[in-house]
């Protein structure tokens, strides 16, 4: 069974990315990104693949990369095939059901807000995994809110069926919390 993942680093505004790309660099969350993902499928849209193919970050190495574009034909014809042969491919469906993937594989969304909107109402997800940073980065760009906050501080929108199993606050040089949410265990009476 295909796992399907969403997994972001937000500010504490909210925001994932500025000008195309994170302005932030906390060296933890990156590691925790590669070790989570490495090996794996990751889906990102076409403004997040540019904004990181601009700064040569991406593809990302050791996982197969799919950009979800509504011009898939159209963008895949600006790589060589050996650019996009094994590890980049692009599509219009954001299930990725016009890519072969491995029965057991686990997708993980990536970004950038379209995606993650997309993904959070039209997706079953089975996991969300959110690094929340302490600071504010003056983003242009945010994950979709929680319409029932009220307090004025941002909250992230996770779908009624998770629910947060683990949170643990990473230490190091700029430390954070990362957060796990899964589906909500059966209660068996």
């Known amino acids: 069974m295909v796992q399907k993942i969403l997994i972001a680093a937000i500010d504490k ?10 302005p932030w660099h906390y060296p933890a969350d990156l590691k925790l990104f590669m070790n989570l993902t490495m090996g794996h499928t990751i889906v990102m849209g076409r403004k997040t693949f540019d ?67 997309q993904v959070i109402q039209r997706l079953d997800l089975d996991i969300i995994y959110l690094s929340r940073l302490d600071e504010s ?31 643990d606050k990473m230490s190091g040089s700029k430390p954070f919390t990362f957060q796990i949410y899964t589906p909500k265990p059966l209660i068996i009476y």
């Open 51 to 117: 904004g990181m193919f601009d700064r040569q970050k991406a593809p990302l190495k050791g996982r197969q990369n799919i950009v979800v574009t509504s011009q898939a034909e159209k963008y895949r014809s600006r790589f060589t095939p050996e650019q996009s042969l094994s590890h980049l491919n692009f599509t219009t469906d954001l299930n990725c059901g016009d890519i072969e993937l491995e029965a057991d594989a686990k997708i993980f969304y990536c970004g950038g807000a379209n995606i993650y909107q």
């Open 13 to 22: 505004d909210g925001g994932i990315g500025k000008d195309g790309y994170m």
């Open 137 to 167: 980065y003056d983003c242009d760009t945010f994950f979709p809110q929680n319409p029932q906050s009220s307090d004025g501080e941002f909250e992230p929108y996770i779908p009624p069926y998770l629910t947060q199993s683990f949170s």
